[in-house]
């Protein structure tokens, strides 16, 4: 959750809505080490808050986002 505001923000509810992190998971499909950084393939899976409007109630849409990211001791990037 430190890093959160590294990842674009439109990338995160494509079909509209603002994501909500209370329930975000992280899974990781790989993990490649090179000499002073670490890149991992992840899925981010987390909760879009869709907005409603008078007549329709707004909801909750489950929703995942796949990046790489580069991790060093002293960085952390999203580079996918």
Known sequence: MANIKVFAISDFCPNGGWPKFDNLSVKVFSETKEETYTIFDIELLYDCE???CCFIPG???FTRLRKKIK???TSFEVID
Request: proline share 0%; glycine share 22%.
């Open 50 to 52: 869709v907005a409603g």
């Open 59 to 61: 909801g909750d849409d």
């Open 71 to 73: 991790i060093s001791e």
